[in-house]
């Protein structure tokens, strides 16, 4: 049991981290760019490249979620001390998940369709970073937290 511990909270850590990585790295280099760019260039962009984003983006945080729900899971039944932390970060991953629903499935839909009217694009993307640096925070906080939780050597397989 300890061995799935350990290994379910260490694939947990480092699915987070990269995840929230990947989303720290688009608010501080797409996003500008994006906002950079004339309407046209965006929307031209956007439509081109909405299935590379989708492609990377979902499988990641679709393992980020199942990861740490597992991570969960484990520890829980091990009565670990951490099992809040690892809780805590479940429940804030979950939070980063639903924003999609919530928020970017539609944005994103009327981006890659261009559908969005030129002039109000330059307030919905203004609306669209600070939804993304609300998950971006919520998904550096679910990492750190799994960090923590395996730090403090809980998640540390008997020798």
Not at 120 to 138: F, P, V, Y
Request: hydrophobic residues 60%; aromatic residues 12%.
């Amino acid at each position: 049991m300890e061995q799935l511990v350990f290994t379910s909270g260490l694939l947990a850590v480092l699915v987070l981290g990269l995840s929230a990585g990947a989303l720290l790295a688009e608010a501080g280099v797409l996003v500008p760019s994006w906002r950079a760019q004339t309407p046209e260039a965006f929307l031209d962009w956007y439509r081109d490249n909405a299935g590379r984003l989708l492609r990377f983006f979902g499988p990641l945080e679709a393992a980020s979620g199942f990861l740490v729900v597992v991570a969960t899971a484990m520890v829980w039944l091990g009565q670990h001390p951490s099992r809040w932390l690892f809780l805590a970060s479940t429940v804030l991953t979950l939070a980063v998940l639903a924003t999609f629903p919530l928020y970017f499935q539609g944005a994103n839909a009327s981006f890659a369709a261009g559908t969005i009217a030129k002039p109000d694009l330059a307030s919905e993307l203004r609306r669209w970073a600070t939804w993304h640096w609300g998950r971006t925070i919520l998904a550096i906080l679910a990492f750190l937290l799994a960090l923590l939780a395996f730090l403090r050597g809980t998640c540390v397989p008997a020798v």
